[in-house]
């Protein structure tokens, strides 16, 4: 028995030699795969938070270049507004005016747009009403000097206030909206200038 035992001991002890060696072993490549995987997700961590912080910083860019393209959008807004504002103040401004500033401004609009031709001057119902006496007289005077000849119309031409100027069937719209719509551009670039002089 002494034989087996010692036969069985000595086998026991390789194994215990054995399986320590394997265990050490198997302790290693689980350390080494341990350590692997802690790498492959501090690597994969290091990639995700460069591309959350890329990400990050597209998403800012875009939200402010959206910003800016609101806010140019609203101050172009704002600004149109203003300019719109600033020449319907004019335009009522001028239509306002008392009767003899009024209609001397008128024939400083009829002076530029007279023709030497035979014609016909037409006033708003508003005009005809507050007609100055002498301005049918001042409106022939202003016709022959140009080396034509011009007479006011009794018939309400349908503007708000200027005049028409009709020869022979062609009419020629002098009322201040037609003034003023042909005049758009300048006007917004005057007031342009003149806001950004008060800055």
Same mark, same amino acid.
């Given at each position: 028995? !002494? ?5 069985? @001991?000595?086998? *026991? ?12 072993? /198997?302790? /290693? ?7 692997? %995987? ?8 290091? =990639? ?8 990050? %910083? ?9 910003? @800016? ?15 719109? $504002? ?9 239509? @306002? ?12 609009? *009829? ?16 005009? #005809? ?15 022959? $000097? !140009?080396?034509? $000849? ?21 009419? $020629?719209?002098?009322? *201040?909206?037609? *003034? ?10 005057? =007031? #342009? ?7």
């Amino acid at each position: 028995m !002494a034989g087996i035992d010692k036969i069985t @001991g000595e086998i *026991l002890a390789s194994g215990r030699e054995r399986a320590d060696e394997i265990k050490k072993k /198997a302790d /290693a490549d689980a350390a080494a795969i341990f350590a692997a %995987a802690n790498e492959e997700i501090r690597a994969s961590g290091e =990639v995700n938070a460069a591309k959350i912080r890329e990400d990050g %910083a597209k998403a800012l860019q875009r939200a402010k270049s959206q910003a @800016g393209l609101v806010r140019r959008q609203t101050l172009l807004a704002a600004r149109q507004g203003l300019l719109d $504002e600033i020449i319907e103040k004019a335009y009522k401004e001028l239509s @306002g005016k008392p009767a003899s500033e009024y209609f001397q401004m008128l024939e400083g609009i *009829l002076k530029k747009n007279v023709r030497a031709e035979k014609g016909e001057m037409l006033l708003g119902a508003a005009d #005809l009403a507050r007609l100055p006496k002498d301005f049918p007289e001042r409106v022939r005077k202003i016709a022959k $000097e !140009a080396g034509g $000849e011009l007479t006011l119309s009794k018939e309400a031409a349908r503007i708000e206030n200027g005049f028409l100027l009709r020869y022979g069937g062609i009419e $020629e719209n002098c009322s *201040l909206r037609a *003034l003023f719509a042909s005049r758009q551009n300048e006007m917004t670039d005057a =007031v #342009l200038a003149a806001l950004e002089h008060k800055k």
